[in-house]
């Protein structure tokens, strides 16, 4: 269950500032760690705008997360340079590694794998982020290594 009212909280905050709607949405983040679909009707109404208008600027933005994320989060570049290098192959090997496909969170709750398009790593490619953390030049033989935090 969300509290609404924190919400409003923060969307309290955004609501007078011209252009405040994208950072309420990164408050709105930063407080439940994803923009709870509970929230959508205040934050609508705190900006006088329509949910299809809110929907809209989340679903734009790749940052913003409509759903929790899990625990661990790895982020694979999909972008021409990674792709080059390897990134697809890559990539199925690491659903299969971590068990969720790509874009999804695992039924548990413990990882989340996404799709991100450049880390402005190219040179390096392919790129690999794991809880915020980037890697370069990653394979599926280093992968396992590297999710587990063990040096690769």
């Given at each position: 269950?969300?509290?609404?009212?924190?919400?409003?909280?923060?969307?309290?905050?955004?609501?007078?500032?011209?252009?405040?709607?994208?950072e309420?949405?990164?408050?709105?983040?930063?407080?439940?760690?994803f923009?709870?679909?509970?929230?959508?009707?205040?934050i609508?109404?705190?900006?006088?705008?329509?949910?299809?208008?809110?929907?809209?600027?989340?679903?734009?933005?790749?940052?913003f997360?409509?759903?929790?994320?899990?625990?661990?989060?790895?982020?694979?570049?999909?972008?021409?340079?990674?792709?080059?290098?390897?990134?697809?192959?890559?990539?199925?090997?690491?659903?299969?590694?971590?068990?969720?496909?790509?874009?999804?969170?695992r039924?548990?709750?413990?990882?989340?794998?996404?799709?991100?398009y450049?880390?402005?790593?190219?040179?390096?490619?392919?790129?690999?982020?794991?809880d915020?953390?980037?890697?370069?030049?990653?394979?599926?033989?280093?992968?396992?290594?590297?999710?587990?935090?063990?040096?690769?």
């Amino acid at each position: 269950m969300v509290n609404t009212d924190k919400a409003v909280e923060v969307i309290n905050q955004y609501i007078d500032i011209p252009g405040g709607l994208l950072e309420c949405l990164h408050g709105i983040q930063s407080v439940f760690g994803f923009v709870p679909k509970e929230t959508i009707d205040d934050i609508a109404d705190g900006f006088n705008i329509s949910r299809a208008e809110v929907h809209g600027v989340i679903s734009y933005y790749h940052d913003f997360k409509t759903s929790p994320r899990g625990k661990k989060v790895v982020r694979i570049c999909q972008a021409e340079a990674c792709q080059s290098m390897g990134s697809r192959d890559l990539t199925r090997r690491v659903e299969e590694i971590l068990g969720v496909k790509i874009d999804e969170t695992r039924v548990d709750g413990a990882v989340s794998l996404e799709t991100v398009y450049c880390f402005g790593n190219c040179a390096l490619s392919p790129n690999v982020e794991i809880d915020g953390k980037l890697h370069a030049r990653v394979t599926s033989d280093n992968f396992e290594k590297l999710v587990k935090g063990e040096e690769a």
